[in-house]
């Protein structure tokens, strides 16, 4: 029996679809990452760990779900109050135009690529990654202002009670362009959005021990190392710590947190007072990760998370 080309370009055409609308990669340890045609996952064997919206978002891609050890989801995506606020996200202001706010015509974080994804287990330690692209375009004639290259790693130090996360942004000029300014409110950054019943309950602890600056009501600034919030998930206590590596710029970094009337914790360049340049000449690169742990933490042991992290620094998140 003979099959035209036709049936036979479309047989194959179909089954190049299929592998790119879902496709997954395993590491012998059972870590693995699933790419499907909106959202990256993944899971421990049968227990999520995140999930990651790349395509058909509302201005930008993010952190849409991230699980404890014990499978509880700390993060909420769009709230009522603050639609804008999509889980865990990094948004600036770039020469003028606010890609946090999602109004009075803000700026798009678009998706390009995903150019690498990988599980493996790498001297004894289990990890997954990947790298996207992401254009940052000005709103009305979508000017491209900013190129990142974004990996988001999942390596949880050899240690099944600690889920972390890493986050690394690599921000390039497009070519013509000699610079671009970055400004911002003062919670602009690497912000994360808590579940509802993680708001006004919860304790932040930080690597300086010191209370912070009130900003205004119930919104402080402090200056440290690390950021962490205890609060009850689900019924259940979880401790999430936020960490800046020294190699950022301006750090110690300076955390914006608040829990009323909902928790929040931002990861900011203190771009509301000290506009922070890129030249053509001069990359800028940004490391932090988010541990996320069952029950309570005190400050001694989170600080051995954030050195564990330091001291174990995963390839795919150097330069």
Known sequence: MQVSKAIITYFLSACLLIQLTCSHVEAQTGIRITTEQ??????AGERPLLRYRYQ?????????QLFSPDGINILRDAPADHLHHHALMFAVTV???NFWEEQQAPGRQVHRA????????LNGISRAYFTEYV??????????LLKEERTIELCPLNDPSVTLLKWRSKFTLPAGKDSATLTGAHYHGLGMRFVESMDKTGQFLNAAAEPGTIFRGDERLVQASWCAYTAPADGKPVTVAMFGHPDNPRHPTQWFTMTNPFAYVSATLNLHQQP??????KSLVLCYAVALCDGRLERDQIEQLYRRWLTRSCPAMRE
Do not use: C, H, M
């Not at 909106?38 to 899971?43: K, L, P, R």
């Not at 058909?56 to 849409?64: A, L, M, R, S």
């Open 38 to 43: 909106n959202v990256i996952s993944v899971d």
């Open 95 to 97: 020469d003028g135009v």
């Open 135 to 144: 254009d940052w375009l000005s709103p009305r004639n979508q000017d491209l």
């Open 114 to 121: 995903v150019i690498q994804t990988n599980a493996e287990a």
């Open 56 to 64: 058909d978002v509302p201005f930008k891609p993010y952190v849409q």
């Open 276 to 281: 922070l340049k890129i030249t053509s000449d």
